[in-house]
């Protein structure tokens, strides 16, 4: 069965978020904070109520840093002329066609979280996705998580024209992806068998079949 074949990392994800990267400012689409808020209030010193403000803010300053990130990658790439299959860039391309962008960089203790995190993004559409993690998580496995988490986004939730607000009308669906794919913040090691076998389980738990 599915329960002896997954396996968990111990430690968690501290944050999910979609966020568009074509404005200015940043606008973040969805978002998802896990872990025990009462007791990194209490450790960062904020009130218990004014957490959520204090979360929304730490994210908007992650995204508008992945969105500073996203945007020299793509200014240098322009500059570079790319020979064949030489490209200095992680530039990929999607099922659809579309190219992704991706990355990770590191927040120093104090900017903006009371601990040192990891940050890993993909940008695809204009549509940033991130991951907050620890400093010390396995950054492979968040890539393969996020890319999996994209991946289900756009089949499941990004398929219209009007991709990033689709994010935020059907957002019980990314919440949904996550469940599955990201539950409380649980970063999985899955083969090849066992994503397919989700991916049946969240179809029929999105289609009601």
Same mark, same amino acid.
């Given at each position: 069965?599915?329960?002896? $074949?997954?396996?968990?990392?111990?430690?968690?994800?501290?944050?999910?978020?979609?966020?568009?990267?074509?404005?200015?400012?940043?606008?973040?689409?969805?978002?998802?904070?896990?872990?025990?808020?009462?007791?990194?209030?209490?450790?960062?010193?904020?009130?218990?109520?004014?957490?959520?403000?204090?979360?929304?803010?730490?994210?908007?300053?992650?995204?508008?840093?992945?969105?500073?990130?996203?945007?020299?990658? @793509?200014?240098?790439?322009?500059?570079?002329?790319?020979?064949?299959?030489?490209?200095?860039?992680?530039?990929?391309?999607?099922?659809?066609?579309?190219?992704?962008?991706?990355? @990770?960089?590191?927040?120093?203790?104090?900017?903006?979280?009371?601990?040192?995190?990891?940050?890993?993004?993909?940008?695809?559409?204009?549509?940033?996705?991130?991951?907050?993690?620890?400093?010390?998580?396995?950054?492979?496995?968040?890539?393969?998580?996020?890319?999996?988490?994209?991946?289900?986004? $756009?089949?499941?939730?990004?398929?219209?024209?009007?991709?990033?607000?689709?994010?935020?009308?059907?957002?019980?669906?990314?919440?949904?992806?996550?469940?599955?794919?990201?539950?409380?913040?649980?970063?999985?090691?899955?083969?090849?068998?066992?994503?397919?076998?989700?991916?049946?389980?969240?179809?029929?738990?999105?289609?009601?079949?």
């Amino acid at each position: 069965g599915l329960r002896h $074949q997954v396996h968990s990392s111990e430690k968690m994800v501290f944050a999910f978020l979609c966020h568009s990267v074509a404005s200015t400012p940043c606008r973040i689409l969805y978002s998802a904070v896990y872990g025990d808020d009462l007791q990194l209030a209490a450790s960062e010193g904020a009130a218990v109520d004014s957490l959520r403000s204090v979360r929304k803010d730490q994210l908007l300053q992650v995204s508008c840093r992945v969105q500073t990130e996203y945007g020299f990658k @793509i200014a240098a790439k322009d500059k570079i002329p790319r020979q064949g299959s030489r490209d200095e860039f992680n530039l990929s391309s999607s099922s659809d066609g579309s190219f992704s962008e991706k990355g @990770i960089f590191r927040l120093s203790q104090g900017d903006p979280f009371s601990t040192a995190k990891a940050v890993v993004w993909q940008v695809t559409d204009n549509c940033a996705y991130v991951l907050v993690c620890e400093r010390d998580e396995n950054r492979i496995q968040a890539e393969s998580i996020l890319s999996a988490l994209v991946k289900l986004i $756009q089949e499941h939730v990004t398929s219209q024209e009007q991709k990033n607000a689709e994010i935020m009308l059907k957002a019980e669906k990314v919440t949904a992806i996550l469940h599955q794919f990201l539950p409380n913040g649980q970063l999985l090691f899955l083969n090849h068998k066992v994503v397919m076998q989700y991916e049946k389980q969240l179809e029929r738990l999105l289609t009601g079949k």
